[in-house]
């Protein structure tokens, strides 16, 4: 179901792209087209993703480069919106303290080990906004893990109960209330 106030999300969406780039940064394999961040590109010009030749190679040095790359031929300050392997890429760029990485929203980040980042995702504070959205039955990161790497980080944590990886597999289509808490997350970050 769509909220009645769609249209006005999608309005303030837009104007929040007037602002800031509002940068899609998917998982592992790329988001098919039921995942909420295709939907979400599909309904709104505010968002960009990037950009990858191979989706299939989980390194995640992979989609910090990839990320970057997108970075550097834009000129405003960017929230960096992850899911999943892209979550732990947008934590990276936040550490490196990228000048245009404004904010990071970071849903369904999965345990480091899983994709060999370790050694890679940050174990420190993040320097700029960041929130994660954590689902009590995500196979990929058990919510006391979510609310611990919460901690190291500094971010705001999201309980969104049970639901799943947070993905198209476990009914999350367009979530326009991801969309919600977004714009929440940049509201807070204007202070």
Not at 90 to 99: D, F, N, R, V, Y
Not at 129 to 135: L, N
Not at 171 to 191: D, I, T, V
């Amino acid at each position: 179901m769509i909220a009645p106030n769609f249209a006005r999300t999608l309005d303030s969406l837009a104007d929040v792209a007037t602002r800031r780039d509002l940068v899609l940064v998917p998982g592992f394999k790329n988001s098919g087209p039921e995942h909420w961040q295709s939907l979400w590109q599909e309904h709104s010009p505010a968002f960009q993703r990037i950009a990858m030749s191979n989706w299939n190679n989980p390194d995640v040095d992979l989609w910090i480069d990839a990320t970057r790359r997108l970075l550097t031929q834009r000129q405003r300050p960017a929230i960096l919106i992850g899911h999943s392997l892209g979550a732990l890429a947008a934590t990276c760029l936040a550490a490196e303290l990228h000048p245009l990485v404004a904010g990071v929203m970071l849903v369904a980040p999965p345990r480091p080990s899983r994709f060999e980042a370790v050694e890679r995702v940050p174990h420190a504070r993040l320097e700029v906004p960041a929130m994660v959205v954590a689902s009590q039955t995500d196979p990929l990161m058990p919510f006391s893990r979510a609310e611990h790497w919460s901690r190291i980080w500094g971010a705001e944590l999201v309980d969104i109960g049970d639901a799943g990886h947070i993905n198209a597999e476990a009914g999350y289509g367009l979530w326009w209330q991801g969309m919600e808490l977004l714009l929440r997350f940049e509201h807070r970050m204007q202070g």
